[in-house]
């Protein structure tokens, strides 16, 4: 059962355009979500994170936002640069004390310049 | 800067020889964690250990086993690894079981 999807496996983007990465959830207990770049041969890099007493974080040029009635999560990134080209993962932990993360199978965002 | 710190990057092992990998922080970090990332997947939590406390998942065989000697070091042991355990290991770390996770470069194993 998979309770975290990212339906696109990979998205093509034009630099300085933006870059909509989407995420989905099906566990309601899910209230705190994050989004991760890795780069081949690295580790999964934190880049930003929501609480769901939130529908919007923001951080620079990556924006998150969070519909809670939909189970849905994306991240923005604009403008788009060619250095953003990884994997991006959204992650999601209930709101327990045990910090469990259920990770999505990741997107590759790919920015042309 | 502060890291975490995983070795060796690159394991060969022969199917059945015991492996162990290598995973440090200089982050002083409560939490640890082991994930498993085969191939186009997502990672997926083995254990962690919340300072000496151990935290096993339910779905983790009993071949992966973990020890945390002290605040700064956790080792993956494979006892006899098999050919489905080829995959890149990732280690992570969190201040507490709430915060977020700063991941290592990963360990990937190849089994023989």
């Known amino acids: 059962d998979q309770q975290v999807k990212q339906n696109s496996p990979s998205l093509s983007v034009q630099e300085g355009r933006i870059s909509i990465l989407n995420c989905d959830y099906t566990n309601s207990m899910f209230d705190y979500f994050l989004w991760y770049k890795k780069y081949p041969a690295e580790g999964p890099t934190f880049l930003i994170s929501?609480?769901?007493?939130?529908d919007k974080n923001e951080d620079g040029r990556f924006t998150v936002f969070l519909n809670k009635s939909a189970k849905h999560l994306s991240l923005h990134i604009v403008p788009s640069q060619p250095g953003d080209s990884a994997v991006y993962f959204c992650a999601a932990r209930p709101g327990t004390s045990y910090g469990k993360l259920t990770f999505g199978q990741g997107t590759i965002l790919t920015v042309h310049p | 800067d502060a890291m975490v710190i995983q070795n060796p990057r690159y394991q060969v092992t022969q199917f059945g020889k015991p492996v162990t990998l290598s995973c440090s922080q200089t982050l002083n970090h409560n939490v640890m964690y082991w994930y498993q990332q085969k191939s186009s997947q997502a990672p997926k939590l083995l254990f962690h250990?919340?300072?000496?406390?151990?935290?096993n998942e339910a779905d983790t065989p009993d071949n992966f086993q973990s020890r945390r000697p002290n605040t700064s070091f956790c080792f993956l042991d494979i006892r006899s690894p098999g050919l489905g355990d080829a995959a890149m290991y990732l280690c992570?770390?969190?201040?507490?079981?709430?915060?977020?996770?700063?991941f290592g470069p990963g360990t990937r194993l190849t089994v023989t």
């Open positions: 992570a770390t969190s201040r507490e079981l709430q915060a977020a996770q700063y």
């Open positions: 929501i609480s769901s007493i939130k």
């Open positions: 250990y919340y300072d000496k406390d151990f935290n």
